[in-house]
């Protein structure tokens, strides 16, 4: 499969109930874009990206392709890099994105922000 | 202006603190996008939409066109169509969909629910 899916994920995240008082330290939204570096499944690319406006519920990513539905999911901790990759590849796989309900994984069926319907919709 | 900037509107929005008892009753959602009709300014198309996926902080609307950033808002009334089609107006002139902070009407400040980059970024 061409690499036409995009997994976005918000570097200048934090999370949602915890504002680290150190302006220096690593933003939780860059240290899980780290975690994803080069792991992403065949057929996605990871674009960083600068807020994505979900800011009370980061760690925030997107995922969007060409004729699919895009996904902005939430809460995520730089841990869970593992959740999304799986997600990733689900939606990848899916015809318009459209992961089967009892496929997804639970954390984006519970932290699903706002979808968006493809263009040709 | 080409008729490129879309305004998303979610038919089956329910009000965010208001579920309807009555099945039957006309969504808030719906009657937004009847609100709208016809009266979206020039160089923009209303698209009737099922499900952004923002059913806790609805009305939910969205604003998109080719190199823009999307934008996500929630928290609609059906008598707020006039905000809406003023934001529309704006965010149509505004490059890259970014209204300047200051010139944004309040309630699009206020329920921002997430965005997205061009595609282009």
Known sequence: MAETVEL????????RD???PDPEAPRPGLM??????GR?????????????SNCTRGCTVALRAPGAWTYVY???APD????LLDGAARYAA???????????PEH???NCIARIPPLEA
């Open 108 to 110: 984006l069926r519970k």
């Open 8 to 15: 976005l994920v918000c570097v200048t995240c934090r999370y």
């Open 74 to 76: 939430g809460n995520f």
């Open 32 to 37: 899980l874009a780290d975690a994803l570096e």
């Open 94 to 104: 899916a015809p318009q994105g459209l992961i089967p309900w009892r496929e997804r």
């Open 40 to 52: 992403v499944p065949e057929g996605v690319v990871l674009t960083r990206t600068e807020c994505l």
């Open 80 to 83: 869970q890099a593992e959740i």
């Open 18 to 20: 915890e504002r680290d």
